[in-house]
């Protein structure tokens, strides 16, 4: 047999602070969907970042062949990066440890893998978030590719790559918030690439996400990220400018619901108008505010209306 036939088509890759209530349902949601030989055909890597023992305990329970476990010192989000380096997959799938495989997510995963073997375009799984008619869009165009993903292409959970492609840039600098969006967005040349919008997961819930300034990291630092490929004329002022506008929706939506209706999550959220400001203008930060305002107002009168 030849080596290339016992490398697996995928591998899903799930970088985890090891929290046992997320990881186990997903990995269930995985194994669930198996079949004849795709025992043979992927890998399942997590790496776990997390203080305690209670995952690597659980995950000796699940006896299968294709699962490795490591423990790892990796500060933050590059927890992701090492889930990758462990992967032997021609295609790394980065997995959210609160993301559940919906009925036949592994063989849709699997048949892109085979489908896309050959030219190896830069894949992005967006799982319904765009509404793209048909699911499917490819692009010759980077800045193209970049406009039609917009701030999603910060969400890690869509994030795949070529192992061969993640070879080619092993020494990228990684952003300590957005490595997912640094590997993204390399610069791999010439490449096709396409989004993929058919909804493939189910999020667990996400009470008490956080850990981190939610508007320093998406008002700063993944706009200097935007603001980098604009600077090298790798997307154009028409995207960067639509993918701010698309993000000051996001900031209202998040102001509305962590700063006024004070929902179970541990953004840090100090500083909002200082990093707000360094993009944005004075005005345009007034405006978010007095939004999500109207937003907890409108929310707030129809509860009254609800207890009558």
């Given at each position: 047999?030849?080596?290339?036939?016992?490398?697996?088509?995928?591998?899903?890759?799930?970088?985890?602070?090891g929290i046992v209530s997320y990881v186990l349902p997903v990995l269930d949601s995985i194994y669930s969907q198996v079949k004849g030989n795709d025992l043979e055909l992927f890998e399942v890597v997590i790496v776990d970042n997390g203080k305690g023992n209670d995952l690597e305990i659980k995950i000796k329970e699940y006896q299968y062949p294709n699962l490795r476990y490591e423990?790892?010192?990796?500060?933050?989000?590059?927890?992701?990066?090492?889930?990758?380096?462990?992967?032997?997959?021609?295609?790394l799938k980065f997995q959210n440890h609160r993301a559940k495989f919906l009925n036949g997510t592994l063989d849709y995963l699997l048949n892109i893998v085979r489908k896309n073997l050959g030219d190896k375009p830069v894949i992005y799984l967006s799982n319904g978030v765009l509404g793209i008619r048909g699911n499917m869009v490819d692009f010759n165009s980077f800045d193209e590719f970049v406009r039609t993903l917009s701030y999603w292409s910060s969400w890690s959970s869509g994030v795949t790559i070529w192992r061969?492609?993640?070879?080619?840039?092993?020494?990228?600098?990684?952003n300590m918030m957005f490595p997912h969006t640094s590997l993204?967005?390399?610069?791999?040349?010439?490449?096709?690439y396409v989004i993929d919008d058919k909804k493939l997961l189910?999020?667990?819930?996400?009470?008490?996400?956080?850990?981190?300034?939610?508007?320093?990291?998406?008002?700063?630092?993944?706009?200097?990220?935007?603001?980098d490929l604009y600077c090298q004329d790798r997307i154009s002022k028409k995207t960067?400018?639509?993918?701010?506008?698309?993000?000051?929706?996001?900031?209202?939506?998040?102001?509305?619901?962590?700063?006024?209706?004070k929902e179970n999550y541990?953004?840090?959220?100090?500083?909002?108008?200082?990093n707000f400001l360094k993009y944005y203008s004075l005005s345009s930060y007034w405006g978010m505010v007095s939004k999500a305002w109207g937003y907890f107002l409108f929310d707030s009168l129809k509860k009254m209306m609800y207890k009558k």
């Amino acid at each position: 047999m030849d080596i290339i036939d016992k490398t697996p088509l995928l591998s899903i890759c799930i970088p985890t602070n090891g929290i046992v209530s997320y990881v186990l349902p997903v990995l269930d949601s995985i194994y669930s969907q198996v079949k004849g030989n795709d025992l043979e055909l992927f890998e399942v890597v997590i790496v776990d970042n997390g203080k305690g023992n209670d995952l690597e305990i659980k995950i000796k329970e699940y006896q299968y062949p294709n699962l490795r476990y490591e423990k790892t010192n990796a500060e933050g989000f590059l927890n992701q990066i090492c889930c990758f380096n462990l992967a032997v997959g021609h295609f790394l799938k980065f997995q959210n440890h609160r993301a559940k495989f919906l009925n036949g997510t592994l063989d849709y995963l699997l048949n892109i893998v085979r489908k896309n073997l050959g030219d190896k375009p830069v894949i992005y799984l967006s799982n319904g978030v765009l509404g793209i008619r048909g699911n499917m869009v490819d692009f010759n165009s980077f800045d193209e590719f970049v406009r039609t993903l917009s701030y999603w292409s910060s969400w890690s959970s869509g994030v795949t790559i070529w192992r061969d492609d993640f070879v080619l840039l092993r020494n990228v600098q990684y952003n300590m918030m957005f490595p997912h969006t640094s590997l993204l967005f390399a610069d791999l040349g010439n490449k096709k690439y396409v989004i993929d919008d058919k909804k493939l997961l189910c999020l667990q819930d996400d009470i008490g996400k956080g850990g981190y300034n939610l508007y320093k990291t998406f008002a700063v630092d993944y706009l200097d990220i935007l603001m980098d490929l604009y600077c090298q004329d790798r997307i154009s002022k028409k995207t960067f400018l639509l993918v701010k506008k698309d993000l000051w929706n996001f900031f209202v939506e998040f102001y509305f619901r962590l700063k006024l209706k004070k929902e179970n999550y541990s953004f840090d959220l100090t500083g909002i108008k200082n990093n707000f400001l360094k993009y944005y203008s004075l005005s345009s930060y007034w405006g978010m505010v007095s939004k999500a305002w109207g937003y907890f107002l409108f929310d707030s009168l129809k509860k009254m209306m609800y207890k009558k």
